[in-house]
Nanobody
Framework: QVQLVESGGGLVQAGGSLRLSCAAS????????MGWFRQAPGKEREFVAS????????YYADFVKGRFTISRDNAKNTVFLQMNSLKPEDTGIYYC?????????????????WGQGTQVTVSS
């Protein structure tokens, strides 16, 4: 069983930056593919970014390319999402997810474990 705990959310003005962290329990973190998803009010959850178990492969949703960067530190069982040039439409709850399937995936059904989410609010 893996537990995921997100942190780093908050309120920021448009154009600002935030860095989300997701700390994972367990000894098998380095074998897990990890992802970030988000859900805006009244909308379905959507894929944001993912990273393979080794960190060598990453995927991004088109709407965050060039602005967000996913990374991981397997020694610290942590995955990060650096978010720059934030826009009001980036507002939502951001969820960290872990997949026993090592390669990065854009599909939420591939993920076995989910954090409780962290709120990101971008004001205009």
């Amino acid at each position: 069983q893996v537990q995921l705990v997100e942190s780093g959310g908050g309120l920021v003005q448009a154009g600002g930056s935030l860095r989300l962290s997701c700390a994972a329990s367990g000894r098998t973190f380095s074998s897990y593919g990890m992802g970030w998803f988000r859900q805006a009010p009244g909308k379905e959850r959507e894929f944001v970014a993912s990273i393979s178990s080794s960190g060598g492969v990453t995927y991004y949703a088109d709407f965050v390319k060039g602005r967000f960067t996913i990374s991981r530190d397997n020694a610290k069982n942590t995955v990060f999402l650096q978010m720059n040039s934030l826009k009001p439409e980036d507002t939502g709850i951001y969820y960290c997810a872990g997949s026993r399937f090592g390669p990065a995936s854009t599909l939420d059904r591939r993920y076995d474990y989910w954090g409780q989410g962290t709120q990101v609010t971008v004001s205009s």
